[in-house]
């Protein structure tokens, strides 16, 4: 937060005192507290401004509210980027990258006016600031809140009593309302939408057991406002059936998104099926990010944003997103993708969390490096299992560099949080 108020120059905050006591915050200076705020405001006051909104022409109020005028290209927000491999940086959004993104995502879900949006997510998050704030504003649909998506008890009691039809959140968040939401309380559901981490079988599996109801995996980044594809339900007709959802992709692109796949070395064109690196444009990609034209102009490419995630498209158009650009370690000269080799983990630790990461190693430049939960499997016994998969040889980390932790440091998004998982894998290698 003190790196965003910096970059933006934020010279006024407004927030609440009772937030404050609860998140643990030291009040600092240019804070205007709610509760002041509103003792400003008369019952006479509030009367008539209610009314005015009631009775007044639209273009009346925009009047008297635009005192500057601003186009639908023009700034509406800042949104920082998680910060989960580097300092968060600041992504500029105009209006229409917005209102395009919500009118892709309300086409391919048909939200109407009866439909309830829940949200959990925070609205620091993209997906939590234009899908859970603005699209029900945009669509009509109905919007009800809880502040903490850790809190499955609260939110299955949520969704029971406001009969919430659509479900934003992700895959780690989701394993917890499994757990502990009952199939009466998500009766009301209609769609569950997971993004910001890969969706593993396992989770889907047990929820769609529990509830009846597959969670509908999404793919998106903050700089593309943020939905860039999304799986949906299937469309049956009597004599048509189109597939709208594929387990282990992403889905297809929303309305108005392009994607291609090209070689990250030469920047060739790849063909369907072929891994690459994921290029994406349309109307909701950001203006840029804020002060930073250097590293604006090392994602905006001919129109182009480069992801910087690695995938391939299928025959029939569906996105796979394979690895990030960011996640290889170069060992021994060859490139080693952590996400394959946390999926290969994956599959022996069944729902305890794990993690991927490298440290400077003087042989062979990098060594691969697993954190991860499960206390009741010895890091001799996983090494072992690792051992008799397909994976490569070299992709195999070293006994010794297996190790079990408490828990996993994931930042407010629900994503791990890969600095301090670095952080962690240096101290336990050193030690």
């Known amino acids: 937060m003190a790196s965003a108020v910096e970059q933006c120059g934020i010279r006024t905050i407004l927030t609440s005192k009772l937030f404050l006591a609860k998140a643990k915050l030291e009040p600092v200076e240019g804070m205007i507290y709610l509760e002041d705020v509103l003792r400003q405001f008369s019952s006479t006051q509030k009367f008539f401004t209610a009314a005015a909104a009631f009775l007044l022409p639209t ?59 829940v949200g959990v997510l925070p609205f620091f998050h993209s997906f939590g600031f234009t899908h859970t704030l603005w699209f029900p504003l945009v669509t009509g649909a109905g919007a009800v809140y809880h502040p903490n998506p850790m809190d499955a008890k609260s939110i299955g009691e949520l969704v029971r009593k406001y009969r919430g039809t659509l479900l934003l959140t992700t895959p780690t968040f989701c394993a917890g309302y499994t757990r502990k939401c009952s199939p009466e309380e998500f009766a009301s559901l209609r769609y569950l939408l997971v993004g910001a981490e890969k969706l593993r079988e396992s989770v889907a599996h047990a929820f769609r057991e529990k509830f009846g109801l597959s969670p509908l995996e999404g793919y998106g980044a903050t700089e593309m406002s943020p939905v860039i594809a999304v799986n949906v339900p299937d469309h049956e007709e009597p004599a048509n ?40 444009k349309g109307p909701n990609r950001m203006l840029g990010y804020l002060g930073q034209p250097e590293k604006t102009a090392e994602v905006m490419q001919n129109g182009w944003y480069v992801t910087g995630d690695i995938g391939c498209l299928d025959d029939e158009g569906f996105i796979r997103i394979t690895d990030r650009l960011s996640r290889f370690s170069k060992i021994a000269g060859e490139m080693v993708p952590h996400i394959k080799i946390e999926e290969a983990a994956q599959a022996i630790l069944g729902d305890f969390a794990c993690a991927v990461t490298a440290v400077p190693d003087d042989q062979k430049g990098e060594r691969l490096v697993v954190l991860y939960t499960r206390q009741d499997l010895i890091p001799a016994e996983l090494w072992r299992r690792l051992s008799e998969t397909d994976l490569p040889k070299l992709w195999i980390p070293k006994r010794d560099d297996l190790h079990i932790v408490e828990s996993l440091p994931t930042l407010g998004t629900g994503k791990i949080d890969l600095r301090e998982i670095k952080a962690m894998a240096v101290q336990v290698a050193e030690a």
């Open 59 to 117: 273009r009346w109020i925009e009047s008297f509210a635009n005192r500057e005028k601003r186009g639908a290209g023009s700034l509406a927000t800042v949104i920082f980027s998680s910060g989960s491999t580097g300092m968060p940086k600041g992504v500029m959004l105009s209006h229409h990258n917005l209102i395009s993104n919500i009118e892709a995502v309300a086409q391919v879900f048909w939200i109407n006016k009866t439909d309830r949006v």
């Open 241 to 280: 059936r189109q597939t709208g959802g594929k387990p282990g992709t992403v889905g297809h692109p929303v309305p108005g998104v392009t994607v291609d796949v090209v070689d990250p070395d030469t920047g060739e064109r790849l063909p369907a099926g072929k891994e690459g690196l994921l290029l994406v």
